[in-house]
């Protein structure tokens, strides 16, 4: 069974930084693109950042220049590097990897259980 782990939340003076980890576990196929989300109370949760399994990236606008995601395919895991955190940045952040696990020809969505990023003023 595939499951995701993140970790790397936390909380952070504005301005800070914090690396988000996910990393899938189980009898995996090929994993293709991995992306980061975010949602903040009250909120839609919304892309912040995904990469595909040829490393084009793209980004929300208000994170661009100051996130990077990346991915190591030899461990299964994806990154979030956040610099220059604000406020607004503020929210629970869920992983998700679209996968296809051994043994099955389909692609899925599998997200990670989400951790609580919280930038102070």
């Known amino acids: 069974q595939v499951q995701l782990v993140e970790s790397g939340g936390g909380l952070v003076q504005s301005g800070g930084s914090l690396r988000l980890s996910c990393a899938a576990s189980?009898?995996?196929?090929?994993?293709?693109?991995m992306g980061w989300y975010r949602q903040a109370p009250g909120k839609q949760r919304e892309l912040v950042a995904a990469i595909t399994n040829g490393d084009r990236t793209n980004y929300a606008d208000s994170v661009k220049g100051r996130f990077t995601i990346s991915r190591d395919n030899a461990k299964n895991t994806v990154y979030l590097q956040m610099n220059s955190l604000k406020p607004e940045d503020t929210a629970v952040y869920s992983c998700?990897?679209?996968?296809?696990?051994?043994?099955?020809?389909?692609?899925?969505?599998?997200w990670g259980q989400g951790t609580q990023v919280t930038v102070s003023s």
């Open positions: 189980g009898s995996i196929l090929r994993i293709n693109a």
């Open positions: 998700n990897q679209k996968l296809v696990p051994s043994g099955t020809y389909w692609q899925s969505d599998y």
